[in-house]
Nanobody
Framework: VQLQASGGGLVQAGGSLRLSCAASGSTFSINAIGWYRQAPGKQRELVALISSGRNTNYADSVKGRFTISRDNAKNTVYLQMSSLKPEDTAAYYC?????????WGQGTQVTVSS
């Protein structure tokens, strides 16, 4: 499986963005996928994950604001982000959530202005 994130941009605080994670490979549907983010000077952190059975889990910092979903027919995982805050500013990446990481893609930058 190869994963590529897109959909980032510049948005004002309180705004929304939807990120997409496009996957290649026939095994996509059996993989749990996570959205991760890394802000400058900080470690990469898991923001949300979705299992092959569509069970979801979120970091406390984004609960109630972010929603992860997947469309296996399109080999895509989405991250709907609402009520964005300046502290959500980071490069966002997608990768496997279990079974070890695959090589990281370039990610997509999200910048939230106050």
């Amino acid at each position: 499986v190869q994963l590529q994130a897109s959909g980032g941009g510049l948005v004002q605080a309180g705004g929304s963005l939807r990120l997409s994670c496009a996957a290649s490979g026939s095994t996509f549907s059996i993989n749990a996928i996570g959205w991760y983010r890394q802000a400058p000077g900080k470690q990469r952190e898991l923001v949300a994950l979705i299992s092959s059975g569509r069970n979801t889990n979120y970091a406390d910092s984004v609960k109630g604001r972010f929603t992860i979903s997947r469309d296996n027919a399109k080999n895509t995982v989405y991250l709907q982000m609402s009520s964005l805050k300046p502290e959500d500013t980071a490069a966002y990446y997608c990768n496997r959530a279990v079974g070890g990481f695959i090589p990281w893609g370039q990610g997509t930058q999200v910048t939230v202005s106050s």
